[in-house]
């Protein structure tokens, strides 16, 4: 039996844990670097040895203090950082320094937009959500356990202690989803919104934006939050999204069968599209917070702040809103446009290079430049097509000088050589012929050539006008302008 979703009420709240971009870890001097050998850049301070001191790494706290402020929060001029204690073999201290009662920032509040999908994933209607942040605070990551060979037969654990004390921004929000997709859009919209201002690389793939989220159902109408479970091990937005699902559906299920919820950890088995328990947490973890004897408060001043404020760059959020008041755009595509800032950049310069041709410029843009630069891995600011040059092809197909279908060919060998439009467009005789004359003669040859479908077109079969376009343009080689054989076309044939 399906279960009655319409019902029940998702309840969902996040925890993003981001790697800020600084080129040292947080209380030593050792590098940050991502794939190293095991274990190279470690000390005495990030090993834990008895007596090592950590010292703050002020680029950490400038690159939270961006953070904090891209997404909505307050910062607080005072913050303390805290001993957390717990055992586990890759945190060698015995404890991991992070905040608790006295973060870095709190009480965020946050506008994304944000859209229900159907089946096929395909967002329709987006609409704007406020949700609050209750903090931001900064912290250092653990090192990683890694397991190597077969069960019970030649099984090893290494540890490797390279992520050992890595500046983490860790963003925890209210319980204020309601779905999975709006987890989905949040999360991304974080990513983003860290890259934006330079704040972390936010890849999930490198490990340096992982997410957790916290789920449980109550019946509509109910105030009690119900059981909730603790979701990890979602390595990508779309995880988990669908780790979310099979989540409520899974309490929706058992509650409805009169089944109880524990409270625990589970983790996502992307391979079974399942989730499966990890612990279960009878009570909260006691972790045995205080104060960290071994730094001073993390005072920050009001200018600090200030600078840092208006240090931000504009925002995707407002660049996008700005982009369908200024370019016309609808919001799709004012959202792609501004997926990432150097992608932004480039629409914006390739749109003065165009001569204002804004919607031209986005379509060409989102239709084919996105799509060579999506092959060859490459981010818009290393595009072989500089924006100039992208402006400057939608201006030769805007006067008509090339077809639209001659363009995308010349956008190709542009990506391929780093050629300019013109040069192309010389070097290949492309220039479009929309000379009637010309047009005409071409379309005296066809008709001749087709008596056939002269004759079933002018008994009514008028599915056959394509087929004279498409003769015409072969015979001119693809040159003639489509629009002029078109119009002359229909002249010709009602004659
Ligand atoms: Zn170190």
Redesign the pocket.
């Known amino acids: 039996m399906k279960p009655e979703t319409d019902k029940w009420e998702t309840i969902i709240g996040l925890e993003v844990h981001a790697q800020l971009s600084t080129e040292s870890?947080l209380f030593?001097?050792?590098s940050t670097r991502f794939g190293d050998e095991p274990n190279a850049?470690?000390?005495?301070?990030?090993?834990g040895l008895p007596g090592a001191l950590p010292v703050l790494n002020w680029r950490a706290v400038e690159l939270g203090a961006r953070a904090a402020l891209a997404l909505g929060l307050h910062i607080n001029e005072l913050s303390i950082f805290a001993r957390k204690n717990y055992f586990y073999p890759d945190l060698p201290k015995g404890y991991q320094i992070s905040q608790y009662d006295q973060p870095f920032s709190a009480n965020g509040t946050l506008e994304i937009m944000t859209a229900d999908r159907d089946e096929a994933g395909h967002a329709h209607e987006w609409r704007p959500m406020i949700l609050r942040i209750t903090r931001l605070h900064l912290e250092e990551d653990a090192g990683k356990n890694v397991h190597e060979g077969l069960p019970d037969v030649d099984r090893y654990s290494y540890i490797d202690l390279n992520r050992s004390?890595v500046p983490l921004a860790e963003i925890v929000t209210e319980p204020d989803f309601r779905s999975s997709w709006q987890a989905y859009d949040y999360v991304n919209h974080v990513r983003r919104a860290l890259q934006w201002v330079g704040a972390s690389d936010a890849d999930m793939e490198k490990g340096n934006l992982r997410c957790e989220a916290n789920v449980s159902v109550r019946r509509k109408g109910e105030t009690q939050f119900g059981t909730k479970v603790e979701l990890k091990n979602l390595n990508s937005v779309r995880f988990m999204q669908k780790a979310v699902d099979f989540e409520v559906e899974r309490h929706i299920e058992t509650l409805e069968s009169g089944g109880r919820l524990v409270q625990e950890t589970r983790l996502w088995d992307e391979r079974l599209s399942e989730t499966r328990p990890m612990r279960s947490k009878e009570e909260a973890h006691d972790y045995r917070y205080f104060p960290e004897p071994d730094l001073p408060p993390l005072v920050v001043t009001p200018e600090f702040i200030e600078d840092a404020r208006e240090l931000l760059p504009e925002l995707p959020g407002p660049r996008a809103k700005r982009f369908t008041r200024q370019y016309g755009l609808s919001f799709t595509d004012a959202s792609q446009l501004t997926a990432d800032r150097s992608l932004a950049d480039y629409y914006e310069n390739a749109v003065e290079a165009s001569g204002g041709n804004a919607r031209a410029t986005a379509n060409w843009i989102r239709s084919e430049l996105l799509r060579e630069l999506e092959n060859a891995e490459l981010a818009a600011d290393k595009s072989p097509v500089a924006a100039a040059e992208l402006g400057a092809l939608v201006r030769l197909i805007d006067e008509g000088t090339i077809s639209g279908k001659q363009g995308k060919d010349v956008l190709v060998e542009m990506f391929g050589t780093g050629k300019s439009a013109s040069a192309i467009v010389q070097e290949r005789g492309l220039i479009q012929v929309s000379d009637t004359g010309e047009i005409d003669r071409v379309i005296e040859e066809v008709i001749a050539a087709s008596p056939k479908q002269l004759e079933q077109y002018r008994t009514g079969k008028e599915s056959l006008f394509g087929f004279f376009v498409g003769q015409v343009m072969k015979a001119s080689k693809g040159k003639a302008n489509p629009k002029i054989v078109n119009e002359r076309l229909r002249q010709r044939l009602r004659a």
């Open positions: 870890k030593c001097g050792c850049n470690t000390c005495p301070v990030c090993l004390g």
